[in-house]
């Protein structure tokens, strides 16, 4: 064997990382390193909800790969992967391009689960991407505009499906972006409503309840209406329909209730649950020791509750950065360090000065924990970019 070929699939937190410590740690002419992503920069998913409302700039929430690469070391192709066949070795881009692998690092992130919801995929936003959020806020822009004109309340009428940590940080945002709007578009605040609707019997599910309380109370304050234990039946062009039979009339849905593994890594024929591959101690598929899931698509057990780690950017940064290790382990033929994540908390925004969060076993309530949210936002950029990350990006 020549020098061995590692691919990258996707730039986001797990893949990105992981190519970050490759070129930290592989030594010239050890291995060649190319990165495919669907563009030229990686985006800040965990910040996504604040341009989705229009709260910040989507701009801001992304940076060019060749500032956080050498692409001396790493060579990326922008491209969109449609096809992985694990027998031949080999990926294929949109563009018929095929790629072939001695290693496989599959770091494709997630895309929604609509739980066979009936026109969710049809109908509703999901907050997945720079372009998916700049829709949003464009649309929930243009509706307002349209408002005075046509005078329907579903135009000022926001669904947002879910009340897990994504859609509450998004309703958060919503109640900080709205008065502005009201203002810009002269439309009475009296008439506007977001809709906070959950299937589970309380929002933020697992979290703590005194968290979830202070969270309810504030979003409550700044005018969300929450509809818990109450499932979207269907969503139409309309609007939604919930389980119970009331439709809310809403010309803007956003579905937040959930994400599968990246739909690649299933049609490639690897076992997954919710389209996530449960890998072994070292973040290998099943029965493949050169092929890797980061991020996302890989599902561990958390053995102190027997239950899968949520996927989260903290978990994608720490894999990443294990994995990029193990894989010049395994090329130098030395041993390999089993992925343990260490969780060093969760902070939830509610919106400007507002957020809730546990850090180790403490719970942190208000501007506390806005201040801390925005510690673990900066800290993030600086494990994937260093200080000159930190220094173009950083949230004061
Ligand atoms: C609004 C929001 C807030 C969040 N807040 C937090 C938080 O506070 N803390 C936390 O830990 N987690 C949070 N998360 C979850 C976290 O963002 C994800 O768990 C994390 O982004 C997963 O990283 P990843 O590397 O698997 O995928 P991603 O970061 O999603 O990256 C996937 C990459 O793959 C690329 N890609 C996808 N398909 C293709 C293709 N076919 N071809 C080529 N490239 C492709 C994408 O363009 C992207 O660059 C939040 C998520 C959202 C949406």
């Given at each position: 064997m020549g020098i061995p070929k590692i691919l990258i699939l996707g730039a986001g937190y797990g893949g990105l990382m992981t190519a970050v410590r490759l070129e930290k740690i592989?030594?010239?002419?050890?291995?060649?390193?190319?990165?495919?992503?669907?563009?030229?920069?990686?985006?800040?998913?965990?910040?996504?909800?604040?341009?989705?409302?229009?709260?910040?700039?989507?701009?801001?929430?992304?940076?060019?790969?060749?500032?956080?690469?050498?692409?001396?070391k790493t060579q990326f192709i922008k491209g969109t992967v449609t096809s992985i066949d694990k027998e031949a070795q080999?990926?294929?881009l949109e563009n018929g391009e095929d790629l072939s692998y001695d290693y496989l690092v599959i770091g494709l992130g997630s895309e929604p689960e609509t739980f066979g919801i009936e026109g969710l995929r049809n109908h509703a936003f999901s907050i997945s991407n720079i372009n998916a959020v700049r829709e949003i806020r464009e649309h929930i822009e243009y509706n307002f505009a349209r408002y005075n004109q046509e005078k329907s309340s579903d135009l000022v009428t926001i669904v947002v499906g879910g009340?897990?940590?994504?859609?509450?940080?998004?309703?958060?945002?919503?109640t900080d972006r709205i008065p502005e709007l009201c203002k810009e578009f002269d439309v009475d605040p009296s008439v506007v409503k977001i809709y906070s609707v959950e299937a589970a019997p309380t929002v933020l599910p697992g979290f703590d309840p005194e968290l979830v309380n202070y969270a309810m109370e504030v979003l409550t304050r700044k005018g969300v209406t929450f509809k818990i234990?109450?499932?979207?039946?269907?969503?139409?062009?309309?609007?939604?329909?919930?389980?119970?039979?009331?439709?809310?009339?809403?010309?803007?849905?956003?579905?937040?209730?959930?994400?599968?593994?990246?739909?690649?890594?299933?049609?490639?024929?690897?076992?997954?649950?919710?389209?996530?591959?449960?890998?072994?101690?070292?973040?290998?598929?099943?029965?493949?020791?050169?092929?890797?899931?980061?991020?996302?698509?890989?599902?561990?057990?958390?053995?102190?509750?027997?239950?899968?780690?949520?996927?989260?950017?903290?978990?994608?940064?720490?894999?990443?950065?294990?994995?990029?290790?193990?894989?010049?382990?395994?090329?130098?033929?030395?041993?390999?360090?089993?992925?343990?994540?260490?969780?060093k908390g969760?902070?939830?925004?509610?919106?400007?000065?507002?957020?809730?969060?546990?850090?180790?076993?403490?719970?942190?309530?208000g501007t506390t924990a806005a201040i801390m949210k925005k510690v673990v936002d900066n800290r993030s950029l600086f494990l994937i970019g260093g200080l000159s990350l930190v220094m173009k990006k950083a949230k004061l």
């Open positions: 592989l030594n010239y002419n050890e291995a060649e390193v190319t990165l495919v992503n669907k563009h030229e920069y990686h985006y800040f998913t965990t910040w996504l909800h604040e341009p989705a409302a229009g709260t910040k700039d989507p701009d801001k929430c992304r940076v060019g790969l060749d500032q956080i690469l050498d692409m001396n080999k990926v294929t009340a897990g940590f994504t859609g509450v940080e998004f309703v958060g945002e919503l234990n109450t499932p979207i039946k269907e969503c139409t062009p309309e609007g939604v329909v919930l389980a119970d039979g009331e439709a809310i009339k809403s010309n803007t849905v956003v579905w937040t209730g959930g994400v599968r593994g990246n739909a690649i890594i299933e049609q490639a024929g690897f076992e997954t649950m919710r389209g996530r591959v449960k890998v072994d101690e070292f973040l290998h598929a099943p029965g493949h020791d050169n092929v890797f899931v980061v991020g996302d698509g890989a599902l561990i057990i958390n053995e102190e509750i027997n239950r899968p780690y949520p996927p989260t950017a903290q978990i994608a940064i720490q894999q990443g950065n294990n994995l990029g290790d193990n894989i010049v382990a395994t090329i130098r033929g030395a041993k390999l360090t089993p992925f343990k994540p260490s969780l969760t902070v939830a925004s509610l919106g400007k000065g507002e957020a809730i969060g546990l850090v180790g076993s403490k719970k942190i309530f």
